[in-house]
């Protein structure tokens, strides 16, 4: 076996949509690769660009931000004021310099275990050729 | 052209009235001549007011002063405070207005127009003299100004050493006021987002290495955020272990507490501490340019509330402190906000 | 000891010293500061001040104390990080900022003596360079007991005589850097001593802030505590810090912990300069603090240079570097406080009680 560089993710997901979706994948057995650790969170809404920029200073090599679809928010509109902060966040470490691939949001309900394979997966192999991580790192 | 004695007048009269507590404005220091931030108390000490593109300071910060002063007041005085803006300062007020910081009544503005100059910096006169002094600047002409050292006078262009944020600047008249001194002249600026788009032009790698080596530079004095009128939090996110400890905290509690960034001056925690920054900013910051000419290590601070700026314009429609009636721009949504980066 | 060293000899010189960590002023965009050096012969000693003191070298803003590691309930594994041997040379100090470490020194090298900061101390060589002209309008040196060419604190005092300096060694460090070098240095000529006495008269003529009968002012601080005259002063202030965080004599630090991992739990102790202007210093634990104000802030900053310090040292906290002066950014001069404070005349002057 190859020492293949394996990406570490960090994937913050809601917990009324796509942190139930992520446990039907599991149920229902569908295989996706081990590389994320998943923090259930209350709403996407609530994930502030402290919490991406911590996993990225922790070593993250990627981060997910998984919500519910709009207008299906469990709260209503916290979805809406996330997808305006990520865009944000997300424009301004590109704008430093971070690779814009290794933060992703995505919209996942709870019926979506497939799709939220699909985003590990894709979001795995995105990463792989980007190697780790370094910039926001933590060093000694 | 603005006329100082209508300025002198207009402040004198309303501390005669005592319509306003005290006067914030600007007059010049003992030993320089540039001005400093001045507040007035007494109608006759208004001889002291000063007003000229050395005027940089963005006078809305000593807004937030007061009301923390007002707040330990047993029997507050409960007129407003005079305070004299330009066009960016004004869309400062704007920003603390509408986020309900401060009441409209809780100030009385003089605002004043910039026409067709701004103000200076100081970086880039001290690099074209020299790194000579400047004894007196003279600001008559309309392109040039006169500086005197002691080789003598020197002719500068007003293009070369005005602040770069007035030189992209298109509010150089202010937007809210109770008086309005000098002209209200349209200007078309340079593209305010040039300096952005060269930054963005670059490879991940490179823009890395310019952000890195700018950072590392970085020896968190924090003077960029005690500058900005809207970074008014009574505890930052970057102290956040203070206002939470109480008496009765064990130690293992605050061993456990979050910290989101370490004290120490190193590359990871200082990138954390101005990306929250510049994402706190989003659609507040003003261009005002003080957090960038205050940086004791010239970092180009400016450049990462800009970039934010420019995408809040162009994702959003969305520009800071014109409307204080409008609702903060992540306090709200559109339905059509733009999406197609989200799978 | 006094050697004469020509201009075009200077990198020759360092470039024996190989064996030494050698910092130098250097220019990056508009700000000088003290880094390693990188090529001996683009040393360039021509310049104004840097932004931060020598003092990051001997006190750096961030240094680890011990490294903390438990990985199992009861083992606490606890590793001190000794200062590393590592001799040093600073090049182009400027007689201010050596007198402010001999100002540190009685903080810490007294009757307790820090480790670090000793050991950094004792491994530095300080090679000063006299000021022609002040390296700043704001420079005040001559009032608090300085001079352009102070010899207090450095190891070498270098003067520039334009195509040649004028070496003074100073301490046996200062011989032993000399020493490497013997063949390169020349016997100072009469001519180079009067150009020296010429050089020295100038200097000091050309220092232009002063603070006449500066004697005046720790006592009377001593009646100006409760005064309203510290509320007026302290209106423009932002308290940013940047005066407490450049000043070359301010020692002030923290002491906290880094966890690098909860489990198993590692970590380390550091510590970190602080300042008296942000808000967290000195609040209590009940979230009371004694200095809420601004004016209590700018208070303390004048009383600590002016008054505590000289009464128990006898000696100001103050080198006069004006730095303070030159990047507060609204406008708050300390000469210019220090000469009200003098003149002061009110009715509400008293000693203080306590």
């Given at each position: 076996m190859s020492d293949q560089f394996e990406p570490k993710i960090v994937a913050f997901l809601c917990k009324w949509c796509s942190s139930a979706g992520s446990d039907l994948a599991g149920v229902s057995r569908m295989k996706y690769p081990p590389n994320v650790v998943p923090i259930t969170v209350m709403?996407?809404?609530?994930?502030?660009?402290l919490y991406i920029l911590s996993a990225f200073k922790r070593g993250a090599d990627g981060v997910l931000v998984s919500g519910c679809h709009p207008g299906d928010c469990h709260y209503i509109k916290g979805n809406y004021y996330a997808r305006r902060r990520i865009a944000l966040v997300k424009k301004i470490l590109e704008f430093i310099g971070?690779?814009?691939?290794r933060l992703q949001m995505s919209w996942i309900s709870a019926a979506e275990g497939s799709k939220y394979t699909e985003t590990i997966k894709d979001f795995v192999q995105e990463l792989k050729p980007l190697?780790?991580?370094?910039?926001l790192r933590r060093g000694k | 052209m603005v006329n100082l004695q209508d300025l002198k007048k207009e402040v004198q009269k309303i501390l005669k009235e005592g319509k306003i507590k005290y006067f914030i404005g600007y007059e010049k220091r003992e030993d320089e001549p540039f001005a400093k931030p001045s507040f007035i108390k007494?109608?006759?000490?208004?001889?002291?007011l000063t007003w000229n593109p050395?005027?940089?300071?963005?006078?809305?910060?000593f807004l937030v002063f007061e009301k923390r002063r007002k707040a330990s007041?047993?029997?507050?005085?409960?007129r407003p405070v005079g305070i004299m803006v330009k066009g960016c300062d004004s869309r400062a007020i704007n920003v603390l207005i509408q986020e309900k910081?401060?009441?409209?009544?809780d100030v009385y503005i003089i605002g004043v127009s910039c026409e067709n100059t701004g103000v200076i910096d100081e970086k880039k006169l001290s690099k074209k003299l020299k790194n000579k002094q400047a004894q007196k600047i003279d600001f008559g002409e309309k392109d040039n100004f006169v500086v005197t050292t002691n080789d003598g006078k020197m002719k500068v262009p007003s293009k070369e050493i005005l602040a770069d944020n007035c030189l992209e600047c298109?509010?150089?008249?202010?937007?809210?006021?109770?008086v309005f001194l000098g002209e209200k002249i349209e200007r078309k600026p340079e593209d305010p987002f040039e300096s952005i788009k060269k930054i963005e032009s670059l490879s991940p790698k490179e823009k890395y290495n310019f952000w890195k080596e700018q950072i590392d530079?970085?020896?968190?004095?924090?003077a960029c955020r005690s500058v900005?009128?809207?970074?008014?939090?009574?505890?930052?996110v970057v102290d956040?272990?203070?206002?939470?400890?109480?008496?009765?905290?064990?130690a293992d509690e605050k061993a456990k507490k979050i910290i989101?960034?370490?004290?120490?001056?190193?590359s990871s925690e200082n990138f954390t501490y101005h990306l929250v920054r510049a994402i706190h900013m989003a659609?507040?910051?003003?261009?005002?340019?003080e957090c960038e000419r205050v940086c004791p290590v010239d970092i180009p601070i400016r450049l990462l509330n800009k970039k934010l700026e420019k995408e809040v314009v162009e994702l959003f429609d969305y520009e800071a402190?014109?409307?204080?009636?409008r609702p903060p721009l992540l306090s709200s949504f559109k339905e059509k906000d733009p999406q197609e980066f989200i799978r | 000891m006094d050697k004469i060293l020509k201009k075009n000899s200077l990198s020759q010189w360092i470039k024996k010293l190989e064996s030494y960590t050698i910092y130098a002023p250097v220019k990056k965009d508009q700000v000088w500061e003290y880094e390693?050096?990188?090529?001996?012969?683009?040393?360039?000693?021509?310049?104004?001040?840097?932004?931060?003191?020598?003092?990051k070298i001997i006190f750096p803003q961030r240094e680890v104390f011990l490294e903390f590691n438990r990985s199992d309930e009861n083992d606490l594994e606890i590793k001190e990080i000794l200062p590393e041997e590592k001799p040093t040379i600073v090049f182009g100090v400027r007689p201010c900022d050596a007198r402010a470490l001999t100002i540190t020194d009685k903080v810490f090298r007294?009757?307790?003596?820090?480790i670090y900061y000793s050991k950094k101390r004792e491994q530095t060589t300080l090679v000063g360079l006299a000021c022609?002209?002040?390296?700043?309008?704001?420079?005040?040196?001559t009032s608090v007991?300085?001079?352009?060419?102070?010899?207090?604190?450095?190891?070498i005092l270098m003067t520039d005589l334009g195509d040649r300096y004028y070496i003074e060694s100073i301490t046996e460090k200062g011989y032993k850097l000399i020493n490497s070098a013997k063949n390169l240095f020349t016997q100072p000529k009469t001519e180079d001593k009067k150009a020296l006495e010429k050089n020295r008269t100038e200097s000091k003529k050309k220092i232009q802030q002063q603070i006449k009968?500066?004697?005046?002012i720790p006592p009377k601080l001593n009646q100006m505590f409760d005064s309203p005259f510290w509320d007026e002063q302290s209106?423009?202030?932002?308290?940013?810090?940047i005066c407490t965080y450049i000043c070359p004599t301010c020692h002030c630090f923290d002491i906290s912990d880094e966890i690098t991992?909860?489990?198993p739990l590692q970590g380390k102790r550091i510590r970190t300069w602080d300042t008296?202007?942000?808000?967290?210093?000195?609040?209590?634990s009940s979230g009371h603090?004694?200095?809420?104000d601004r004016a209590s802030r700018l208070r303390q900053r004048v009383f600590h240079k002016f008054q505590y310090f000289v009464e128990r040292y006898?000696?100001?906290?103050?080198?006069?570097?004006g730095r303070c002066v030159d990047q507060c950014p609204v406008g708050i001069n300390i000469i210019e406080i220090l000469k009200k404070v003098r003149d002061y005349e009110s009715k509400s002057l008293h000693a203080k009680t306590s």
């Open positions: 709403c996407s809404g609530s994930v502030s660009p971070l690779e814009p691939q190697g780790p991580q370094t910039r | 007494k109608p006759e000490d208004v001889e002291k050395t005027c940089v300071h963005n006078l809305a910060r007041e047993k029997e507050p005085d409960e910081f401060i009441n409209r009544e298109k509010t150089n008249y202010p937007v809210v006021y109770d530079k970085c020896i968190r004095c924090y900005c009128p809207m970074c008014y939090c009574d505890e930052c956040s272990i203070e206002l939470s400890v109480t008496a009765e905290t064990t989101w960034t370490e004290k120490s001056p190193v659609g507040r910051c003003v261009d005002c340019g402190g014109f409307d204080s009636d | 390693i050096m990188e090529s001996p012969d683009n040393i360039e000693l021509d310049y104004p001040n840097t932004v931060l003191s020598p003092k007294s009757d307790i003596k820090d022609n002209t002040p390296p700043s309008p704001h420079c005040f040196c007991g300085g001079n352009p060419y102070s010899k207090e604190g450095l190891d009968d500066i004697d005046k209106l423009g202030c932002i308290r940013c810090g991992s909860t489990f008296c202007q942000f808000p967290s210093f000195t609040m209590h603090n004694p200095r809420p006898q000696e100001y906290m103050c080198i006069g570097c």
